[in-house]
């Protein structure tokens, strides 16, 4: 697979990673520890060096299951986790980017992912009572010791990614950028352009619904996050399914799937854009990685770009809890 630098300061990696998340938390049942590992693996021989989790996954499941995984290719992949979080009894707790809690669950990160050090260690969410700069320091200290390499951002706005970056250089912004998400367009791109700064999608197959496999009669269930987003009720998805019907002509043009042109066209935005699709079977794995050899021409984007226009994408991306946590 095609190799691409995250930004100025950040690690090379796959032009497509594999999102974890889905293997163990938001989707609903988790998967077989070993069908999980067995994943991650045919990703690594498949060509995948980004592999992202998280501490919240789980929680911490997830990290676990990713470092087993990947402890044979430890030298041959670029792990990303996440921190900023408070846990107690195996539950979530709100946020905590203190800098004793940073140095703490960072700790404990290594351990489970079986590893000395963390390639890109994110911020999952800005902690609004920590300063940035306070945040930015501690990784510093972190990538002086040798236990982190690169410093990422997750859903952080212009104002606090500059702010962060004057402190310790950001390798990488993860935030939701999609056919049907296009917001970060607006200042985001510019302002990671003009830093040196990569950018790594998260949900750049609309939480599976670019699809093409998610439908008004699709249920969810308890366990499935989607079941809190707006963008899923009823009425929206219903509305919402626009989108896809006229992706799919594309597709099918192209020779490709709806969900291969997501990826495609995210990848023909920026050199510096690698995006994270999850999923638990291998053969959507195989589907997606095959993206990279979908060649978007320019009068492919401009049909792309009209046919976005015609569509009115309705509902908030998260319920009203986590949409407070997005940094503006």
Not at 143 to 162: D, N
Not at 164 to 193: G, K
């Amino acid at each position: 697979m095609n190799a691409r630098r995250l930004g100025t300061h950040g690690p090379e990696v796959s032009a497509l990673g594999y999102g974890c998340m889905g293997l163990s938390y938001g989707y609903g049942t988790p998967s077989d520890r070993g069908d999980a590992i067995r994943l991650i693996r045919a990703a690594v021989e498949r060509g995948v060096t980004l592999f992202d989790t998280a501490q919240i996954y789980g929680p911490f499941t997830n990290e676990d299951v990713v470092g087993e995984a990947l402890a044979p290719y430890r030298d041959e992949v670029v792990i990303a986790t996440k921190f900023g979080f408070d846990f107690a009894d195996g539950q979530t707790r709100g946020l905590n980017s203190r800098p004793e809690s940073i140095r703490k669950t960072t700790e404990d990160s290594l351990r489970r992912l079986r590893t000395d050090y963390v390639d890109l260690l994110i911020q999952h969410r800005v902690d609004p009572t920590v300063p940035i700069e306070d945040v930015a320091g501690t990784v510093k200290e972190l990538i002086g010791e040798g236990k982190v390499k690169h410093f990422g951002l997750s859903e952080a706005g212009v104002r606090t990614i500059r702010r962060a970056h004057a402190v310790q250089p950001v390798a990488a912004l993860q935030s939701e950028y999609s056919l049907w998400w296009r917001e970060p367009e607006q200042t985001i791109l510019p302002t990671l352009e003009e830093l040196g700064i990569g950018f790594v999608p998260f949900s750049p197959l609309g939480k599976g619904f670019l699809t093409g496999a998610i439908d008004d009669r699709t249920t969810f269930v308890a366990s499935d996050f989607r079941q809190t987003v707006p963008r899923f009720d009823p009425e929206n998805r219903h509305a919402n399914l626009a989108l896809v019907a006229r992706v799919e002509p594309i597709a099918e043009r192209l020779g490709a799937t709806p969900a291969q042109v997501a990826l495609a066209w995210l990848l023909a935005q920026k050199p510096w854009i690698v995006p994270i699709p999850g999923t638990t079977k291998l053969h959507r794995l195989e589907e997606n990685l095959a993206a990279v050899d979908v060649r978007l021409t320019g009068g492919d984007l401009d049909e792309i770009e009209r046919t976005l226009a015609e569509v009115d994408v309705r509902g908030d991306r998260y319920g009203e809890g986590a949409q407070r946590m997005i940094d503006r």
